[in-house]
């Protein structure tokens, strides 16, 4: 799906990895994940991983696709930056009409 993102947009500046974050070595910018886990545990795993060094207009963090974000919202605490947009912004299929794109930062 992302590859898929990163060809669509012509993007040169990306590469991608579908791992699992606990076993990945080398620092990213960002993790981009789906249906992996509730963002509680999602968060302290792409930490481990996060580049230290920002270059980018968003600063490093997690991206993840979610469903109804309600109870996983409570999961962080206040002081945690976050947004959150519906993705019916962008896509008016039914299947997106109660997903949220998540983004905490790293």
């Not at 792409?46 to 968003?58: A, D, E, I, P, T």
């Not at 600063?59 to 996983?72: F, M, Q, S, T, V």
Request: hydrophobic fraction near 40%.
């Amino acid at each position: 799906m992302i590859n898929a993102v990163v060809e669509e947009l012509n993007l040169t500046n990306v590469t991608t990895k579908h791992a699992r974050v606990e076993e990945m070595k080398d620092k990213c910018d960002f993790v981009v994940t789906r249906a992996v886990a509730k963002v509680d545990k999602l968060l302290p795993w792409s930490r481990k991983v996060l580049s230290s060094s920002q270059k980018n207009l968003y600063p490093n963090g997690l991206i993840a696709l979610k469903g109804d974000l309600r109870e996983e919202l409570n999961l962080l605490p206040k002081f945690e930056y976050r947004e959150t947009v519906q993705i019916t912004k962008y896509f008016n299929e039914p299947y997106f009409e109660e997903k949220y794109l998540l983004y905490v930062q790293g």
